[in-house]
């Protein structure tokens, strides 16, 4: 049990901020991966865990660790198109400068 919870919530905005970064990411790679994305039927495509976020004691380093599975068909012209199953993990890296939080950092690893 804390004795002080204070510092707890006080970076409870960072670490909002740094699961931000992470959205505008992901939104960032479905606007790039979009005709790709559209090839595909998923039928699976979820989070693994609950993504893990974190701040250091002094607020200047963000993270989060991530993994995901999808599962899915090609969408074929004629016929049905191979299939598709993998997972990915990464994790994200984040900096405070001038009281703004900027990605710095991003490590993944894929699995078919």
Not at 26 to 50: E, N, Q, W
Not at 82 to 103: C, D, H, M, P, Q
């Amino acid at each position: 049990m804390l004795s002080d919870p204070g510092p707890a919530f006080d970076c409870l905005g960072d670490l909002a901020d740094v699961a931000a970064l992470h959205r505008a990411a992901i939104d960032a790679l479905v606007a790039r991966l979009g005709p790709y994305l559209r090839s595909i039927r998923f039928t699976r495509y979820h989070d693994v865990r609950v993504p893990v976020i974190a701040v250091s004691n002094d607020g200047s380093l963000g993270w989060l660790a991530c993994e995901i599975e999808a599962e899915g068909q090609e969408v074929a012209p004629q016929g049905q198109g191979a299939r598709v199953a993998y997972g990915f993990s990464w994790i994200e890296t984040a900096i405070k400068r001038n009281g703004r939080w900027l990605r710095n950092g991003n490590a993944s690893s894929a699995r078919p």
